[in-house]
């Protein structure tokens, strides 16, 4: 993964974001790393947190550890149901809201309970083995999880390059378990991304958003309609466009609002311009 290529011209937008402190990372279609900023500042990641430990659980799924179908919890939701928010929990609701496979409810219930599991499965701490399982094997030294697996992994710009780059192609796991990890799940469930509204149907994988027609969103306008990843209330993003075969990611420290919805989509579509995508 050549790392230090030619600087964007697009950075030059990150640098107008409203924040104190900023990263940002390209991955381009050639496999070219362009990072600007503070590469080594580590950043809480919020919810991009879900992503690496669905990682590690689609990890343990392929190794025999456990399985989509295995039942998680006491109201028996399988674990594929929770990875794609499909399991009726609330944001943080200790007990279901609705029933399984009715609306796409976001859930940090979910994938705390997700990780629970996956610590029971394998008799390992999750943070250890999400560490064993995906940091270690990446090179991501600078990672860590403290706290919630739904929203507490803190990381660098370096780091999460090494992540995205593994999302863009995966070497952790077999490729019908990446394809199937960014298909949608449940396909005409509506429900609603937390800080950008309700979609009907609003897409998901087995831990990545997909962005399908969803509109206002997050990434850039001109994504294609497959394109997944994460972003987290802590103002980090992460984004891989399989049909442009480039990745996208910033760290930051404002809180996720209106001048993301902004930033962000401006800053992809800048970048997949100059890279002619």
């Not at 381009?28 to 809480?44: M, Y």
């Not at 009715?102 to 701490?125: F, L, P």
């Not at 593994?166 to 449940?186: D, G, I, K």
């Amino acid at each position: 993964m050549p790392v230090g290529a030619a600087q964007l011209q697009s950075f030059q937008l990150v640098e107008s974001w409203p924040v104190t402190s900023a990263a940002a990372g390209v991955i381009d279609q050639f496999g070219n790393v362009h990072l600007h900023g503070d590469t080594n500042t580590r950043f809480r990641l919020a919810s991009v947190s879900k992503v690496m430990t669905a990682w590690a659980t689609l990890i343990a799924v392929e190794d025999g550890t456990t399985s989509l179908d295995a039942e998680v919890g006491q109201h028996g939701r399988t674990l594929r149901q929770l990875l794609a928010h499909a399991g009726g929990y609330g944001f943080d609701a200790v007990e279901p809201i609705v029933s399984a496979e009715r609306k796409r409810i976001y859930s940090n219930t979910g994938y705390d309970m997700i990780a629970q599991h996956v610590a029971e499965s394998s008799g390992i701490d999750f943070d250890e083995y999400l560490f064993e399982a995906v940091f270690a094997p990446l090179q991501m030294s600078s990672t860590e999880l403290l706290g919630s697996a739904a929203k507490d992994v803190h990381s660098t710009l370096a780091d999460v390059a090494l992540f995205a780059a593994e999302m863009r192609h995966p070497t952790l796991f077999a490729r019908s378990t990446f394809a199937e990890a960014t298909s949608v799940q449940y396909n005409e469930l509506e429900g609603v991304v937390p800080g950008l509204g309700r979609y009907s149907p609003c897409p998901w994988g087995l831990g990545p958003e997909i962005k399908g027609a969803k509109h206002p969103h997050w990434t850039a306008t001109r994504n294609s309609s497959s394109t997944f990843g994460h972003f987290g209330g802590t103002g980090t993003f992460v984004w891989v466009d399989p049909v442009a075969n480039v990745a996208c990611f910033a760290l930051t420290n404002r809180e996720f609002d209106e001048w993301a919805l902004s930033a962000w989509p401006s800053f992809g579509d800048a970048v997949l311009n100059e890279l002619g995508r």
